[in-house]
């Protein structure tokens, strides 16, 4: 198991894993519902012998960087940005933030090349998670962050549907359940 967790991760099935703080139910799997590191203790009860998972909030106070490799979510897009909350730092997540921070991928900074053609709709989802990069502390608003790399991109997302997604090339992602195909930037797996 991950030693930490986002919102909306699967954690495992209900039948081997006990719901705890932090967490969810929904068709028969456990859900992350906090950003956090996991935990799982050992079941005390002779009827349940799975295990309790649970997600606590982080302490501390992290703060990213310029070329800080960053986990966020997608709140909001538009044709010329799209808005994210930072969860996380570090390529994997590992770093998580006790509060999320608002940041903003540019259009230009979506890919390295051919800059011009990039469509924001093609490329992000309000609710898909995101690895970028921290390019500037930005303003008092928001950190500014980009995905021009081949590692940096979507990394989970969810069809229209509700499904969870698989990537199936650098440009695209598979809903397994119904066959529909959606554009995104794609990270490539670190």
């Given at each position: 198991?991950?030693?930490?967790?986002?919102?909306?991760?699967?954690?495992?099935?209900?039948?081997?894993?006990?719901?705890?703080?932090?967490?969810h139910i929904s068709s028969s799997n456990l859900y992350a519902?906090?950003?956090?590191?996991?935990?799982?203790?050992?079941?005390?009860?002779?009827?349940?012998?799975?295990?309790?998972?649970?997600?606590?909030?982080?302490?501390?106070?992290?703060?990213?960087?310029?070329?800080?490799?960053?986990?966020?979510?997608?709140?909001?897009?538009?044709?010329?940005?799209?808005?994210?909350?930072?969860?996380?730092?570090?390529?994997?997540?590992?770093?998580?933030?006790?509060?999320?921070?608002?940041?903003?991928?540019?259009?230009?900074?979506?890919?390295?090349?051919?800059?011009?053609?990039?469509?924001?709709?093609?490329?992000?989802?309000?609710?898909?998670?995101?690895?970028?990069?921290?390019?500037?502390?930005?303003?008092?608003?928001?950190?500014?962050?980009?995905?021009?790399?081949?590692?940096?991109?979507?990394?989970?997302?969810?069809?229209?549907?509700?499904?969870?997604?698989?990537?199936?090339?650098?440009?695209?992602?598979v809903d397994e359940a119904t066959g529909a195909?959606?554009?995104?930037?794609?990270?490539?797996?670190?």
């Open positions: 198991m991950a030693s930490s967790a986002l919102p909306g991760q699967l954690l495992g099935p209900t039948k081997s894993n006990n719901i705890g703080a932090g967490t519902s906090i950003a956090g590191p996991l935990t799982s203790n050992p079941s005390t009860s002779k009827s349940s012998p799975a295990p309790t998972i649970s997600i606590s909030r982080p302490s501390g106070d992290l703060l990213p960087e310029v070329n800080t490799t960053i986990i966020g979510k997608i709140t909001r897009t538009n044709p010329r940005q799209a808005s994210l909350s930072i969860l996380a730092l570090g390529p994997t997540g590992a770093h998580v933030l006790r509060e999320p921070l608002p940041a903003l991928i540019r259009q230009q900074d979506i890919r390295a090349t051919e800059v011009d053609k990039v469509k924001m709709a093609e490329c992000f989802r309000v609710g898909d998670v995101v690895r970028a990069n921290v390019i500037s502390l930005g303003d008092e608003r928001a950190y500014y962050l980009s995905t021009a790399r081949n590692e940096l991109g979507v990394v989970m997302a969810w069809s229209e549907a509700g499904n969870v997604m698989v990537p199936v090339s650098w440009r695209e992602f195909r959606e554009g995104r930037k794609v990270a490539k797996p670190v």
